[in-house]
């Protein structure tokens, strides 16, 4: 097994926090830890992501394994994600900082005011 090591200039990790520290990507990931969606329902559930970052960002998540992409047969044809195991393993971590985020973002905001 390897050992990576955040602190180094050239680990690999850097890029994996890169990936799941995304806006996006913690919200597509939590939205899809809801259950699988289709293409316009996460859209829907997803506020204010445009198509062309909602692809873009289920397409790095897909290509990073942490999502899958079905086709659906349906009139008319539709696409459905889901998160993978990897996807899943990372449901936990992404949704604590999310309510972390919504239980202490009037904390940050008013920290803000007073800053110098």
Do not use: H
């Amino acid at each position: 097994m390897v050992a990576y090591d955040v602190f180094l200039t050239d680990c690999p990790a850097r890029t994996t926090l890169d990936l799941i520290s995304d806006t996006w990507s913690v919200v597509v990931i939590v939205a899809l830890g809801r259950g699988p969606a289709r293409y316009t329902d996460l859209r829907d559930m997803v506020g204010g992501i445009s198509n062309k970052m909602l692809t873009q960002t289920l397409r790095r998540l897909g290509e990073n394994g942490l999502v899958e992409r079905r086709a659906l047969r349906t009139a008319p044809p539709g696409t459905e994600y889901s998160l993978t195991d990897l996807g899943r393993s990372l449901l936990i971590p992404v949704t604590a900082l999310t309510r972390w985020a919504e239980d202490n973002t009037g904390a940050l905001l008013d920290a803000r005011e007073v800053a110098p």
